[in-house]
Each structure stands twice: as C-alpha cells, then as structure tokens.
C-alpha cells in the first residue's frame, strides 16, 4: 500500500501561481513514476504532467511552458510548479504512484486537492 501526503491547493486569480507537492509513503518500488492527473466537472480524468525517478517527465499538451514537474526520489516527493494559471485549470488535481512500463500508468490515487483559478 502507499499513501499519498498532498498540498497546495487554493484559491488563485488568472495568471496567477500555486505549487502543489505530493509525498509518497508505505511500500514504495522503485523505479516508479508520480505526477497528477486532474479532473473538471463533467469531464475525464486528464493526465496533467508527471516524472519519473530516472528523470523522464510529460507533460499536457495544455500546460506546457506554464507547469513544471520535478521530484525528489529520496523522499519520494513530487512538485507541480503551476504558473500563469487559467480558468480552465480549474480541478481537482490527483496526485498518483504508478510502478508500469508507461510512466502514465495509475497504481494508487491520492485524495486530490482543489485547485480553483477564478476572478
């Protein structure tokens, strides 16, 4: 089992800034990929960015040049570094632990956390 440590969801106004991180703990395999998707009302579950522990990220099409992904294998700490904030980023964002061949694939969920982008 691993469990999931997150932060750094709020309240931001349009090109505005926030940085989430997540903390992995319990039974943790390396190597391993953490990121987050997020998921907007009516909407599918997106992948949002996420890196791996040899240093391999991806990113969303729709956040690139605005976020940045970068982790810290020896705590097992993801942060999503999120500027130039829009409303379509608004969501709740899952953090998640993925140990598959494709960087993107899910093993365990975090709770999420509320990002709102609003005037």
């Known amino acids: 089992q691993v469990q999931f440590v997150e932060s750094g969801g709020g309240l931001v106004q349009p090109g505005g800034s926030l940085r989430l991180s997540c903390a992995a703990s319990?039974?943790?395999?390396?190597?391993?990929?953490m990121g987050w998707y997020r998921q907007a009302p009516g909407k599918q579950r997106e992948l949002v960015a996420t890196?791996?522990?040899?240093?391999?990220?991806k990113y969303a099409d729709s956040v690139k040049g605005r976020f940045t992904i970068s982790g810290d294998n020896a705590k097992n700490t993801v942060y999503l570094q999120m500027n130039s904030l829009k409303p379509e980023d608004t969501a709740v964002y899952y953090c998640?632990?993925?140990?598959?061949?494709?960087?993107?694939?899910?093993?365990?969920w975090g709770q999420g956390t509320q990002v709102t982008v609003s005037s």
């Open positions: 998640y632990y993925g140990t598959g061949r494709i960087i993107t694939m899910v093993d365990y």
């Open positions: 319990g039974t943790i395999f390396r190597p391993y990929a």
């Open positions: 890196v791996s522990t040899g240093g391999n990220t």
